[in-house]
């Protein structure tokens, strides 16, 4: 069961469904009937991405650290087990330290469904309250996004199927 990489976290009566969907080639058919074409988005520049961004900001986080940059990552890939990341920046400019929040997705989700860019997005917001992946930060994510942990499963679902 190598092919479930991604499902290493899972109970072993998942894995073995997800298992034998693969084994009866209908994991494909599975999730395009879960999410059927219209579920693609038109979120496709880095501008497009960074108001999406902030307009989930501003509905669940609006007194959070505002966020400076957002932007698709051509060079985050699947097998750095990243799919999205934050980071502080510190830079000094003249005497002052200067701190931005910025915020990269990888860039495979120009072409995967909405809800599953929406989940990875509301992942890395979290991170601007709670740093670990605690009961906190999970407790936030499904605050923004009730489905979340569904998506996460389906997001590996669709990485499953891509191998």
Not at 64 to 88: C, E, W
Not at 134 to 150: S, V
Request: hydrophobic share 40%; with cysteine; net charge positive.
């Amino acid at each position: 069961m190598a092919a479930l990489r991604y499902l290493s976290g899972y109970g072993p009566d998942l894995r073995n469904q997800v298992q034998q969907l693969i084994e009866a080639n209908k994991l494909g058919t599975w999730l395009e009937q879960r999410y059927p074409p219209a579920a693609l988005h038109l979120i496709q520049s880095d501008a497009a991405l960074y108001d999406y961004t902030q307009r989930l900001k501003q509905q669940h986080m609006r007194s959070s650290v505002p966020v400076s940059k957002v932007y698709f990552d051509t060079r985050m890939h699947v097998i750095d087990n990243a799919l999205g990341q934050h980071q502080f920046v510190s830079r000094v400019q003249g005497g002052k330290l200067k701190r931005k929040n910025e915020i990269k997705v990888s860039a495979l989700f120009k072409t995967l469904p909405e809800p599953l860019l929406r989940m990875v997005v509301v992942h890395e917001l979290a991170h601007l309250r709670e740093k670990e992946h605690n009961k906190a930060f999970y407790q936030l994510c499904q605050h923004m996004e009730p489905d979340y942990h569904q998506l996460e499963l389906d997001l590996r679902l669709f990485l499953t199927l891509r191998g």
